[in-house]
């Protein structure tokens, strides 16, 4: 039964009931003052009138967009419970799900508009903001643009956006950049994300994109560096099926591959120490385990035309004319030049994984069908991730995952309705010339880093060298670099020189460079579009309706940014005029419903509100043993041609799956670029291959700093319920220990709970030292959690570690994809 949130009201009593809300409400408040520090206040008595009214709202906390349903009383946050709508939540949630309501009563936030008074930025700085209208900020920062168009000098204006949501907020940039003639709006995170993940599929697959999975229906999962358990997305989803997945028949068997043992290692039935950076020699080594054992996918890659097995270990004289391939391009070239020597046993002495392990892993994920390989940072965060990606990819093509039942597929887009105006109507001249044209991104993106999509690392070291050139103004969403770029302080070197305008609704570190603070609603009080990262394929897109009214002077941001556009001189405002406001920008996409009704029954605004997500069931598109289908309403039984394969799915230039991928390997610049940067022979670099990492900072201990359940992207720094559970593997209790193995330890004369100082040539930062057999040796693990000096009264009270774990980092980025080599530090630790 669906709740219609403007009409269904539970009485107070009615929901206790329900919820057993009143003794765990009780037991909460025992405890929570040991949390917290200070007196709880005592909870307010519901009159016999309240009413429980529940509102369909998508947590903030990670990209999963779980929906949420959140429980007001006399207007007032009381419980947040996943959604039965929402086929990510089905009515669960994660650990750190049910914490919602401490960011909208976060006595911290900012309370309105802030302006700085006090000019001098730095650490121990008080801004000294004073609250302003929001007349006067608007106008503040219309001023100074429109200042910079009339000099000609528009593309020193920039915005820099974390993971944004939707049309409302982060897909208004592109057009607001375009009218307003900068380049630089919007430099997007994806370089401090997971780019060359998405990079390795491009060149293979053909989609620069993310992947959805069939894991209810696998059999053998494999994943390298993706914390399945930890912080892989959609984590609540991912803890739902791992339940399911562990206890159906047959039981899906998991191998698990990183450098500490996480929960997601843990966890599953086989857990593979490996060496930092060396992820692909031993995804190539599965590979040639595959080939050499004769276990591939006949039916997908296709065959020996004699059909017998010629894949010799050493064996180079295959010719690709004697192997009839069906959905794959270069096996035989690929076997040729680079997997014929890429044995177990030569995997082994760079991975130290055992060459029994190797095989072992190899043989089951082969011949336990239906099965998938994963990945994501761990592997792709070093100087040769695009190719580890590759590498690791290419096993999804041998086993006959690519869009089979118990695989992985593209993720199929939301058909939103047109918006009200068309941007191409009100760009002016000044817009559309040569001149603006003359001006690089600032972070020289398509100049010196030819293939990446974003560099945002790199604004902060460019705008110092003046290389293209000094930003004037620059303003941040969603992102934080002072606190989670690589090399953070050297942001905090260049926020002094720029203008600086921080949207956050809390007071970070970023904030206290800020010139001016245009605080956006927290998640329970946005309307907010927001379309599913990549889940199960089919088409999703979930809505952020306003739990409560907004508690403060705030404002949602894409209306920050269309107020700003209504003040830009020129057709620029009467474009934003006529878009209105976000709630009309939602409305007209929402159009789109009606006729495209969702599986769910949604097939307008008011619905989509009320349901709080709209979804069209099912993924239209499948590969049965090696041929493809489509579906036409009552199954997988449209045949599909080669040319439907390579518009829908395989984008590649042949339209299949390129293990000589045509992307590099048949342009000329890529392929200079890439033997410049990393030394592989142009005639190679189509092929996933081993090439050496490099490693930084002068240590001698690799880093690893990795996401953790509650670490909710970095924004529960200021949450007690989360800091007080941060690190449960090694017991981190308002603390982040630093986990080392007991032998390397022993060696440095550190003891257990030892305060410690670890050390790389960009940085250092104190902590509490943990023994921990689950590291390797080589290793030490210290997430990113904790280690704030701004964010809030709980963040800075928690300041073990005494600093970001970013600044330990050297900001060095992968060449290909330009993602910061977020693993490549090495550090030194020694007694404090």
């Not at 936030?109 to 650490?123: A, E, L, V």
């Not at 399911?244 to 591959?257: D, E, G, Q």
């Not at 200079?672 to 900072?697: C, D, M, S, T």
Request: aromatic share 10%; with cysteine.
């Amino acid at each position: 039964m669906s709740l219609d949130i403007l009409n269904t009201a539970i009485s107070r009593r009615r929901f206790l009931q329900v919820s057993g809300a009143t003794g765990a409400a009780a037991a909460a408040g025992a405890g929570l003052e040991g949390v917290i520090g200070q007196p709880v206040p005592k909870a307010m008595a519901a009159s016999a009138e309240s009413k429980t009214v529940v509102t369909k709202n998508v947590c903030n906390q990670c990209p999963a967009r779980c929906g949420i349903d959140v429980y007001t009383t006399d207007g007032r946050v009381y419980a947040i419970y996943g959604s039965l709508e929402s086929p990510i939540s089905n009515g669960k949630l994660c650990p750190k799900g049910y914490l919602g309501a401490y960011f909208l009563y976060d006595p911290d936030r900012f309370r309105g508009p802030m302006k700085r008074t006090n000019p001098k930025k730095g650490r121990d700085e008080d801004p000294k903001f004073v609250q302003i209208s929001w007349d006067e900020a608007l106008k503040t920062v219309a001023d100074r643009l429109n200042a910079l168009r009339d000099k000609g000098e528009s593309h020193r204006f920039a915005i820099l956006e974390g993971r944004g949501w939707g049309a409302s907020d982060a897909g208004l940039h592109g057009t607001f950049g375009a009218l307003y003639g900068s380049p630089n709006v919007a430099i997007g995170h994806s370089a401090t994300c997971a780019d060359a993940s998405k990079k390795a599929k491009l060149l293979l697959d053909g989609n620069y994109s993310y992947n959805a999975y069939d894991y209810a229906n696998t059999n053998y999962m494999l994943i390298f560096g993706a914390s399945f358990l930890d912080a892989y997305r959609p984590y609540n989803n991912n803890l739902q099926v791992w339940g399911h997945i562990r206890t159906k028949s047959p039981k899906t068997k998991v191998t698990a591959v990183d450098t500490h043992l996480n929960t997601t290692l843990a966890a599953a039935d086989r857990a593979l120490l490996i060496k930092p950076g060396t992820d692909g020699a031993l995804a190539l080594a599965i590979a040639h385990v595959i080939l050499t054992a004769g276990l591939w996918d006949r039916n997908f890659v296709g065959d020996f035309k004699d059909g017998v097995n010629h894949f010799k270990v050493g064996e180079a004289t295959l010719k690709p004319e004697d192997f009839n391939e069906k959905w794959t391009k270069g096996l035989i070239e690929w076997w040729n030049v680079e997997l014929k020597d890429r044995t177990p046993k030569w995997a082994a002495g760079i991975t130290t994984i055992p060459e029994r392990d190797i095989v072992a892993v190899a043989r089951e994920l082969a011949t336990t069908r239906p099965a998938m390989v994963l990945f994501e940072r761990g592997p792709t965060a070093h100087s040769n991730g695009v190719y580890n990606g590759m590498a690791i990819h290419s096993l999804n093509a041998l086993i006959g995952s690519m869009y089979a039942e118990g695989g992985l597929m593209s993720q199929m887009g939301v058909p939103y309705g047109k918006l009200p105006v068309r941007a191409d109507d009100y760009m002016d001249d000044y817009a559309k010339s040569d001149d603006r044209k003359k001006h690089p991104r600032i972070d020289l993106v398509k100049q010196e880093w030819l293939m990446a999509s974003n560099q945002s690392q790199a604004v902060a070291g460019n705008h110092l060298a003046g290389k293209p050139y000094k930003l004037d103004t620059i303003l941040f969403y969603m992102t934080a670099p002072i606190y989670s770029a690589p090399e953070a302080r050297k942001w905090e070197e260049a926020l002094q020189s720029m203008y600086v305008i921080d949207t956050s609704p809390f007071p970070g570190e970023t904030a206290m460079f800020a010139d001016l603070v245009l605080p956006d609603h927290t998640y329970l009080e946005r309307l907010q579009d927001a379309p599913t990262y990549p889940f199960q394929g089919w088409p999703m897109t979930t809505l952020r309706v306003p739990a409560v009214k907004p508690l403060h002077d705030t404002k949602v941001y894409g209306d920050v940014l269309i107020e700003i556009g209504k003040r830009i001189k020129g057709p620029m405002s009467e474009y934003y005029r006529k878009l209105g406001n976000t709630e009309n920008l939602i409305r007209h996409l929402a159009k789109g419903f009606a006729e495209n009704p969702g599986t769910n029954g949604v097939n307008s605004f008011e619905s989509w509100k009320e349901k709080g997500c709209w979804y069209r069931k099912p993924y239209l598109w499948r590969q049965v043993h090696g041929e493809f289908f489509e579906w036409d309403g009552a199954g997988y039984k449209k045949p599909m041609t080669p040319e439907d394969v390579k518009k829908k799915l395989l984008k590649t230039a042949s339209g299949k799956f390129e293990f000589k991928a045509s992307y590099v390997q048949d342009n000329e610049k890529y392929a200079a670029y890439i033997n410049k940067h990393l030394g592989v022979p142009i005639e190679r670099v189509g092929f996933p291959q081993w090439v050496a990492p490099k490693f930084y900072g002068g240590g001698d201990l690799h880093l690893n700093t990795p996401k953790l359940a509650l670490q909710a992207e970095g924004r529960a720094g200021n949450v007690p319920h989360a800091t007080t559970i941060a690190q449960p593997v090694v017991g981190g209790r308002r603390t982040i220990y630093l986990e080392i193995h007991p032998e390397a330890a022993r060696k440095r004369g550190i003891r257990d709970g030892d305060r410690v100082r670890i050390k790389s040539e960009v940085g250092s930062v104190e902590a509490i030292a943990r023994h921990y057999q689950g590291v390797r040796p080589d290793v030490v693990v210290l997430p990113n959690i904790l280690g704030h000096w701004a964010q809030g009264r709980w963040a800075r009270q928690n300041r073990l570690p005494t600093g970001s774990a970013s600044e330990l980092i050297v900001n060095k980025s992968e060449p290909i994809s330009g993602l910061a080599m977020y693993y490549a530090t090495k550090v030194t630790v020694q007694r404090a």
